[in-house]
């Protein structure tokens, strides 16, 4: 048989290769990706930077108050608004007083009568006669002998700051000058000695005055770590009766007016 001729098959099609840019010519402009990344990575850490500042705030707030009970801020409140209270009691007083002064009457008696008023109260301020009035009576344990002078002290200050106008520990007036030392167990306040339990008799208003002793952190739970107890009594009628001696200043002397 004659042969017959194969059909032509197609030359397979060669594959068409990409592009590539040449070497020697480098893009001179950062592509979208990029910096598109370069702006996340900048949000990002401005983020990070507000979020560390707001928890150091946070943390620096709550470490105080923030920690205290519901009750507890109740009662620092209430401490607070009877203050407020008294303070404009005091500012109406003294508007009082001189509206009276400047006023038509009798300015003479007036101001005898106002001058006599100061007197007692400034006595009572620097313990130079004896005073009675709403209180409370602080009782605080040491049956380990481990409450240090500066419990005694902290009571002082906090009494004061809530307004207590006269101050008593054990039998010793409790001054502008006075000062509590010693070692834990064997305390002393202005050279006399003191024995536990340490009675610290105040004057002022009662709720105030024990809020201002259970405060976070404050003379209560300060005796309590120390494994003391503090008793706390409100009372109608307290009496102060010890006296101090107020000592003629050895530099200091009254200032020349100026015009």
Known sequence: ?????LPDRPEPEQP????????????????TSRRRASLLIGVLCLLLGFALAVQVRTTSATSGLGAARQDELVR????????????????GTQEDTRDELATGGNQAETALEE??????????????????GP?????????????????????IQELRAAGAEAIQIGDVRIGVSSAVTGDPGSLVVDDEP????????????????ETALNIPGGV???????????????????????LRVIEEPEYARPAAESD
């Open 1 to 5: 048989m004659p042969e017959q001729p």
């Open 16 to 31: 068409e290769l990409p592009e590539l840019p040449e070497p020697d010519q480098p893009s001179d402009q950062p592509s």
């Open 76 to 91: 620092i409140l209430d401490d607070l608004s009877a203050r407020e209270d008294r303070l404009r009691q005091d500012i």
């Open 115 to 132: 001058a006599q008023l100061r007197e007692e109260q400034l006595a009572i301020l620097a313990g130079t006669v004896p005073a009675q």
């Open 135 to 155: 209180g409370i009576q602080l009782t605080v344990s040491d049956p380990d002998g481990e409450v240090g002078p500066e419990v005694l002290l902290d009571a």
């Open 194 to 209: 003191l024995r536990a339990p340490y009675r610290i008799v105040a004057i002022g208003d009662p709720p105030t005055l």
């Open 220 to 242: 209560v739970n300060t005796v309590n770590r120390a494994g003391g107890e503090a008793r706390i009594e409100q009372r109608d009628e307290v009496a102060i009766t010890a």
